[in-house]
């Protein structure tokens, strides 16, 4: 059973930078896909970014390019936000799944574990 922690979150300003980061509790994330996903009051979960191990293939949703990069090391998931908006305001969540069952990381449904989210907040 893997445990997922994320961290990084925070209050900024809009135009400012954060970096989040996950972690795996007990092992690396050698042979997973891993994911992140935001959720704002009152709105679905939605897709943020995903990645396969070795940063072979990566997505991002739409709302996300050109700002955010997902990246991916042997004991940490990263997602650097850059020119963070106050649509960006939501809690976000790491996930992680089997890559070899893996086969779209838009779908939620396809990741294994959680993390318990980390609050980011944009203020204009």
Known sequence: QVQLVESGGGLVQAGASLRLSCVSSGRTFSGYAMGWFRQAPGKEREFVAGIRWRGSLKYYADSVKGRFAISLDNAMLYLQ??????????????AAANMSTMT?????????????????????
Request: hydrophobic residues 25%.
């Open 81 to 94: 936000m850059n020119s963070l908006k106050p649509e960006d305001t939501a809690v976000y969540y790491c």
């Open 104 to 124: 779209s990381l838009l779908d939620p449904h396809q990741y294994d574990y959680w993390g318990q989210g980390t609050q980011v907040t944009v203020s204009s």
